[in-house]
């Protein structure tokens, strides 16, 4: 299995999409309801920043437990700095957006940041193997995208 963590679209492209509605599987990221060591691969592409603080370790335990060992776990989260940047720049409706989130459904809220030195932090809390750490533009914002693997043993 492969797992999509934030994205309603059901039958993504051969993925098993994971979020609160419209989903396959519509359960908190923290409590996916996936058996343990099934997936090969869980994505969390601007997810993460949508659920608070306090539930960020226990979504990240939750992929590992998921993961099967040697999974590949890739993670992606607006920067925060940037964020904020744009907000002080311009203090128009896109940096609250950024900011914020959309705010048009239940779960477009943005509830926590991150910059790469807290994301790189809290996935090695989680017991992940850091593969790789890259800037990237995506969602029209700088973004830290993370590469990792559940350890085998």
């Given at each position: 299995?492969?797992?999509?963590?934030?994205?309603?679209?059901?039958?993504?492209?051969?993925?098993?999409?994971?979020?609160?509605?419209?989903?396959?599987?519509?359960?908190?990221?923290?409590?996916?309801?996936?058996?343990?060591?099934?997936?090969?691969?869980?994505?969390?592409?601007?997810?993460?920043?949508?659920?608070?603080?306090?539930?960020?370790?226990?979504?990240?335990?939750?992929?590992?437990?998921?993961?099967?060992?040697?999974?590949?776990l890739t993670l992606e989260v607006p920067t925060l700095a940037y964020v904020c940047s744009q907000w002080l720049e311009y203090r128009d409706h896109w940096g609250l957006q950024l900011l914020f989130g959309l705010q048009d459904r239940p779960g477009q809220f943005h509830l926590t940041g991150f910059d790469a030195h807290s994301l790189r932090k809290a996935v090695e809390l989680a017991e992940f193997v850091v593969d790789a750490e890259q800037r990237e533009w995506s969602f029209e914002q700088w973004s830290i995208r993370l590469a990792g693997h559940r350890p085998l043993r």
């Amino acid at each position: 299995m492969k797992l999509t963590v934030g994205t309603a679209a059901p039958g993504s492209d051969g993925w098993t999409t994971l979020d609160l509605v419209g989903a396959d599987i519509c359960n908190p990221m923290w409590a996916t309801g996936v058996p343990y060591g099934t997936a090969e691969e869980v994505r969390c592409i601007h997810a993460l920043e949508h659920i608070p603080r306090d539930r960020v370790e226990p979504a990240l335990r939750e992929f590992y437990r998921v993961l099967r060992p040697g999974g590949v776990l890739t993670l992606e989260v607006p920067t925060l700095a940037y964020v904020c940047s744009q907000w002080l720049e311009y203090r128009d409706h896109w940096g609250l957006q950024l900011l914020f989130g959309l705010q048009d459904r239940p779960g477009q809220f943005h509830l926590t940041g991150f910059d790469a030195h807290s994301l790189r932090k809290a996935v090695e809390l989680a017991e992940f193997v850091v593969d790789a750490e890259q800037r990237e533009w995506s969602f029209e914002q700088w973004s830290i995208r993370l590469a990792g693997h559940r350890p085998l043993r």
